[in-house]
């Protein structure tokens, strides 16, 4: 194999003879938020082939994400998952990744692995052919009719042309689009078409060269559509409302009344409503779940299994009734936080790991485990020491989302601050007397040193991630100053800052 124009690292025929290194596959599922792992604590859904892999593994209970600065927050989470990149580093929110960010895949193969991708590539062309030597049913976009996925036959010279014309919403317009691909597999869910991929790949591979797939699902992103067997395991009436439910949006930072997202239910979110809500996204999980079941059963069949380092992650979280949300364009726990299973060599087996963690420190973990040399370019940071008892993780996570929200964690106390023009309000958060994120103690004495020192690294990482260099960060920090320098006037509180301590009865409307 050979170097591609503009690669910053260089394609080698490397032989490992007989599987000296380990295969990777990467299971990444669309919108699975933490908390949703049977085995990692929820009584309420069936993921036996996810508990599998936590039985055989290290999960990671407080694997986040650090937000996003588009609303199809998937897009720059999957481009931090490729590149290594910090948020604020991703090139157009990642609808691309530039050729000076070596990608996972581009990583693996310079080291000599085969890299195949199947479903979801949601970071541009160019950079998909640069990172792989083979692919099955790939879509090139971001959410779509699960039933009816456009998709695209690997193109070893790089070159995607072909487009199916199409009408989303033939009903209300007649107004057709044009989408990136050759064929559609009319009727074949996306999780069956591609864990089907996954299957025949693994099934039908003779090399003695390891391969790294990146298995890419397109669930349980709505629309939440899925066999009827999956959907009949759950009574939505069952199904109990999370502690932090509300019928409206405890803040509007003017997203909740224009997202593509939070228009998936009416408002109020009624209880029946989200009950049903919840229940369709367990039932997609669970056919992700019994799909992993048909390519574990192969990689055993092979005798793969034990040489296979296996991530199983979520791109990001989801609300589903949370806060009086359905999406993910904030950053509470429920929306950035994210289920991380890691298996296989060198990985202790059913362990929990309570690390603070981004999603994207995965890309040089791999690398650590595999013995592959970590780019230059990736900012993530490794935690492949916590697989040998050491201290891993790190001291703090920031967050963000858009130019409307900020916060940073220490892991106990989370501060969260909204500025945007009619907005400023903070919440500060016990989370671990209060995971729910019900509780709002700014204001409250006794917090005001937790407020200040929290604050203080708030500015340490929007310096270090160059925030004030992209559109988003310049707008936020602007709008943060503009009321601070409003306060130094003597101005009066600005529409919707603190009134003191907004603590809620988050018990009303419940039944």
């Known amino acids: 194999m050979h170097g591609r124009q503009g690669d910053k690292i260089t394609r080698t025929s490397v032989q490992f003879g007989k599987m000296s290194k380990p295969n990777i596959l990467f299971l990444l599922t669309d919108d699975q938020r933490a908390g949703t792992i049977h085995a990692l604590g929820n009584d309420e859904i069936s993921t036996p082939n996810m508990d599998r892999l936590v039985r055989m593994g290290t999960s990671f209970t407080r694997a986040h994400i650090p937000g996003g600065t588009a609303s199809a927050v998937c897009m720059p989470s999957r481009a931090m998952i490729n590149s290594g990149k910090t948020l604020f580093h991703l090139e157009e929110s990642g609808r691309n990744i530039p050729s000076e960010h070596v990608t996972l895949g581009q990583c693996l193969l310079a080291d000599g692995y ?29 959410m779509w009719d699960h039933w ?85 395991m759950y ?34 979110r009624l209880p029946d409503a989200v009950r049903r809500h919840i229940a369709d996204y367990y039932a997609m999980i669970s056919h992700v779940d019994s799909c992993i079941g048909n390519i574990l059963s192969v990689l055993e069949e092979k005798k793969m299994l034990e040489n296979t380092v296996i991530v199983l992650a979520g791109d990001n979280g989801l609300a589903v009734g949370q806060h009086g949300l359905m999406g993910k364009q904030n950053i509470y726990e429920h929306s950035v936080g994210i289920p991380l299973v890691m298996c296989g060599p060198g990985i202790p087996a059913d362990k929990r790991d309570d690390s603070l963690v981004y999603l994207l420190d995965v890309y040089p973990t791999l ?30 996570l920031y967050y963000a989302f858009q130019s409307r929200i900020r916060g940073v964690t220490d892991g106990r106390y989370k501060l969260i601050e909204y500025r945007t023009e009619d907005l400023k309000l903070t919440q500060l958060f016990d989370l671990v007397n209060d995971p729910w994120e019900k509780n709002n103690f700014y204001d409250i004495a006794g917090y005001e040193d937790i407020t200040a020192s929290l604050r203080q690294k ?16 310049k707008q936020y920090w602007t709008q943060w100053r503009q009321y601070e320098e409003a306060a130094l006037r003597g101005v009066g509180k600005p529409k919707g800052s603190n009134m003191a301590n907004q603590v809620k009865d988050w018990g009303t409307d419940k039944k």
């Open 114 to 142: 085969h890299c195949v991708e199947i479903g979801k590539w949601h970071n541009g062309v160019e950079s998909f052919s640069r990172s792989f030597d083979y692919g099955e049913n790939i879509f090139f976009g971001g």
């Open 367 to 396: 690398c650590e485990l595999c013995g592959v040399e970590i780019p230059a370019s990736v900012d993530g940071k490794s935690f492949a020491p916590a697989f040998s008892g050491e201290k891993a993780g790190r001291d703090y």
């Open 235 to 268: 009574d939505p009436a069952k199904i109990t409302l999370p502690e932090n439910y509300a019928a409206m949006p405890v803040v509007n930072c003017g997203w909740s009344n224009k997202g593509r997202d939070e228009n998936t239910e009416a408002y109020p």
């Open 458 to 473: 708030l500015y340490e990482f929007r310096d270090e991630w160059d925030e004030e260099k992209t559109v988003f960060g």
């Open 148 to 232: 009816n996925v456009p998709v695209n036959d690997f193109k070893p010279d790089g070159k995607y042309e072909k487009h199916i014309n199409f009408t989303p919403n033939f009903s209300a317009s007649s107004d057709s689009v044009s989408v990136l691909a050759e064929k559609i597999n009319a009727g074949v869910h996306s999780t069956d078409l591609f864990s089907g991929s996954a299957v025949d790949y693994i099934r039908n591979y003779d090399s003695d060269r390891p391969f790294f797939m990146y298995l890419s699902f397109l669930a349980p992103h709505d629309p939440r559509t899925m066999p009827e067997e999956f959907r009949n």
